[in-house]
């Protein structure tokens, strides 16, 4: 049998810190390629990085487009936003204000 030491504190912290934002980050990507692949199946190509997919989501939820149908354009609002939260998330989880 075989033992493992017990990580202090910061260790623990640090760990944890690191696995929040993989999380996010996974969440991100995931969310931006299933808009992506939407948009692509109606013809509509945005650029790729998680900035420039969140503002063409965001731009195309406001104006819509005259080939999105009014639910896609609800989704694509819906995503816009939960990109949002997963950024605001990201930012509090990189610049936590708990020294």
Known sequence: MSFVAIKLEE?????TL?????RLTSNRARLISQGRGILMELG???GTGHRVCQKELAR???EGAADLSPRISLR???MASEL???NDRDCLVNHPSIP
């Open 11 to 15: 260790q623990l912290d640090l760990q």
């Open 18 to 22: 690191h696995r929040a934002r993989a």
């Open 44 to 46: 509509v190509w945005i």
């Open 60 to 62: 195309l939820a406001a």
């Open 76 to 78: 694509l609002a819906d």
């Open 84 to 86: 949002d939260v997963i």
